[in-house]
């Protein structure tokens, strides 16, 4: 579903590459977390495993579908069609109620006003959303922005869902509404997801961690390992000492 062939990348600002000869591949219907200290490349191979930055090198394909030397526009395309995001800000639309904000991507795509107002409402009902679809963001709470913004994410029927910190602002209770819907879309529609957080719990709730320090993948553990738990506090603790 997702592969990165020996994929780096630089910004000018930096001093070394925020990415570094990563490869990765990641199956159809995988839950996988990224963690890592701050600064160690964990918000930048999402962007890039996504379309919205170009490697230097390397090689970035999802779906089948090569990433890395398309035109932006060709990018665009496939990602509004392909993936959906969520990230720890929300990122919603301001002037646009919560029906408009979840219909968006489909408006964007020229999708027929019938098969919007079905998947909007369809939606709505899913990520227990009743009564709050004429409000705007600004009176929204945290976690109903959220469920917003993943709504808005899962509108195009994507196969791949990309989330940058998705519980990063929310409180324990509402983090944890966010996991369940996540953990949910995983196991009943078989969602391939790749999330960057830096809490051990939500990191908890996937079946693979990947442990990211200077824009490399140091360890790749699975789920099924007896001993992820340990795995993953002696390597934070790592980077501590």
Do not use: W
């Not at 990211?212 to 738990?229: A, H, M």
């Amino acid at each position: 579903m997702i592969t990165l062939e020996g994929v780096s990348k630089k910004y000018p600002s930096g001093e070394r590459p925020a990415v570094e000869e990563v490869g990765l591949h990641v199956e159809p219907g995988e839950f996988v977390a990224v963690m890592g200290p701050s600064g160690s490349g964990k918000s930048t191979l999402l962007n890039l495993i996504g379309g919205l930055d170009v490697p230097d090198q390397g090689k970035i394909s999802i779906d089948g579908l090569s990433l890395h030397n398309l035109l932006e526009k060709r990018r665009t395309l496939i990602r509004r069609r392909k993936i959906g995001y969520i990230f720890q800000n929300y990122k919603l639309l301001p002037k646009l109620n919560v029906r408009e904000n979840i219909a968006f991507p489909m408006s964007m795509d020229r999708c027929p006003r019938e098969d919007i107002q079905i998947r909007v409402q369809q939606l709505i009902s899913d990520l227990d959303l009743e009564g709050k679809e004429h409000s705007f963001p600004a009176e929204l709470s945290g976690g109903q922005q959220q469920r917003v913004a993943i709504a808005r994410a899962l509108a195009m029927q994507p196969r791949v869902i990309l989330a940058d910190e998705p519980t990063g602002n929310l409180d324990y209770r509402r983090s944890y509404e966010v996991l369940e819907i996540l953990s949910r879309l995983h196991r009943k529609e078989r969602l391939t997801i790749v999330m960057v957080t830096h809490d051990l719990s939500v990191a908890g709730c996937a079946e693979r961690v990947l442990l990211l320090e200077d824009g490399c993948i140091k360890s790749d553990i699975r789920q099924t390992e007896v001993n992820l738990q340990r795995a993953l506090e002696d390597f934070l603790a790592k980077l501590q000492t």
